[in-house]
């Protein structure tokens, strides 16, 4: 009985060592002939100097074998040996994660030591039967005011947050793995700065937020076949989060750094150019890896993707095609950030598409009114300004200028500020003119909170 591992192990190893001859290092790509391997397959290329380099198959032409090192390829020559490993890349997991910081493959970088795994999940695993996914009814507050009063958020809802560079996302999303409700926060930096991630952690993220949180990170100056395999390391450990039946907030910054880094695999092994020099693989690995978030039989993933969106532009290819993958988006704007205005949420260009499902009447009779409330004001916006506007010619107008500082003091929120839901729901009936249900003794929560 004791020795039934032992035996599985040995019974799942191949004897057999296929090696193949490194023919031509262009680049990213390196070109062997042989190993006998599949795509996805890791393999070993054993340096002269008897280091190895762990590398993945991403192309097999004949008896070609086109390979991606995980690290810088330094010191590669042509004649070294490719050794195949017979197996496919898995994620290492297990409870001892939690607050700690892994790289792409899943191995520990913070200087803690090594972390226990108590099994492996495959990097690319199916996403959940749509038969099995229940219906989004249950919210996930994140204690941002804007969010979970006007656009809330459900379990198992895959939301994303648009933004140009310096706008606040990465600070947003260091909000919301403290305040959230989530048991468990999975959060993957891929494509980040080096200088940025200590800085998330520290300032952003807090000590109270690392706790229940796992961390992946692959910077931007790790190789382009690392920073796709952090996202899928980093969906894999919030997968084995979620079979354990918690509630997994998966925050991810940012799709757009991993859309381009397939877009490095993909030209570099041949394949053409489409939208904006993106290649078709792109197109197809995004919705591979979005669609793993959601409702399972056995838990939820509540799926937030950053999306970096080039010159403020909301139409180029990768926002336009990511917004068509999630359940709502968050826009920022850089005209509240330029104002001070922080978080930079435009109520009026974001949305949560399962919002009415999350909201009791009241609530969403509130919700409504702020959002026409800002749409008045900004029509006529420019007539305020200049003086031009005469009172009394729109009443929801009027309102809205008379309401102007207290919207703005609601939707404006310091960093290590956090509301309890209950005070946010009723702050926003207060300024929307409209009485919230009271609560029911005999029940744990409001519907609302349901």
Same mark, same amino acid.
């Given at each position: ?54 590398? =993945?198959?991403?192309? *097999? ?67 959940? +039967? ?34 140009? +560079? ?17 048991? *468990? ?16 952690? =520290? ?9 229940? +949180? ?33 509630? *997994? ?14 877009? =490095? ?40 993707? +950053? ?89 929801? *107008? ?53």
């Amino acid at each position: 009985m004791y020795l039934d591992r032992y035996t599985e192990a040995v019974q799942g190893v191949d004897p057999v060592k296929y090696i193949g001859t490194v023919k031509r290092v262009q680049g990213i790509l390196i070109e062997s002939t042989g190993p006998r391997a599949a795509v996805g397959e890791l393999c070993h290329i054993i340096l002269k100097n008897g280091k190895a380099l762990a590398a =993945e198959v991403v192309a *097999v032409r004949d008896s070609l074998v086109q390979l991606m090192s995980f690290d810088a390829p330094q010191g590669l020559e042509t004649g070294d040996k490719v050794a195949a490993s017979g197996t496919m890349l898995n994620a290492p997991v297990g409870p001892d994660m939690l607050g700690r910081v892994l790289d792409a493959l899943g191995r520990p970088m913070d200087g803690r030591g090594a972390v226990r795994a108590e099994t492996h999940y495959p990097l690319y695993a199916p996403p959940p +039967s749509p038969m099995d996914r229940k219906p989004i009814i249950r919210r996930l507050d994140t204690g941002i005011r804007a969010v979970d009063a006007v656009m809330p958020i459900g379990r198992g809802q895959r939301m994303g947050i648009f933004a140009g +560079s310096g706008v606040g996302k990465s600070t947003l999303l260091g909000m919301i793995a403290r305040n959230t409700s989530a048991d *468990v926060n999975v959060i993957a930096l891929i494509g980040e700065r080096g200088r940025e991630v200590r800085e998330f952690i =520290e300032n952003d993220l807090g000590p109270q937020g690392l706790k229940r +949180s796992v961390l992946v990170v692959s910077t931007s100056d790790t190789s382009a076949l690392a920073r796709v395999k952090g996202a899928f390391t980093a969906t894999a450990i919030a997968e084995y989060f979620r079979d354990q039946g918690k509630d *997994v907030m998966l925050l991810f910054d940012s799709i757009t750094r991993f859309a381009m880094s397939q877009r =490095e695999i993909g030209l570099a092994i041949g394949e053409p150019p489409t939208t904006r020099s993106y290649t078709p693989s792109v197109f197809s690995l995004m919705p591979r890896l979005v669609e793993r978030s959601g409702v399972s039989s056995r838990g939820t993933i509540t799926g937030i993707y +950053s999306v970096l969106v080039e010159g403020d532009d909301l139409d180029e290819p990768v926002a336009d095609a990511v917004r068509g993958y999630l359940d709502g988006h968050i826009v920022l704007s850089r005209r509240l950030a330029d104002k001070n205005h922080y978080p930079a949420i435009d109520i009026l260009f974001s949305i949560s598409r399962v919002a009415p499902r999350l909201m009791d009447t009241r609530t969403a009779q509130a919700a409504a009114k702020l959002r026409r409330l800002l749409a008045a004001y900004r029509d006529k916006e420019d007539l305020i300004d200049v003086g031009a506007y005469v009172r009394g010619s729109d009443p929801v *107008v009027d309102e809205a200028i008379k309401k102007r500082d207290a919207l703005n003091n609601f939707f404006m929120q310091k960093v290590d500020e956090r509301d309890e839901p209950k005070d946010v729901f009723d702050r926003a009936a207060e300024i929307a003119g409209i009485a919230l249900a009271e609560e029911d003794e005999d029940n744990e929560e409001i519907s609302v909170y349901a």
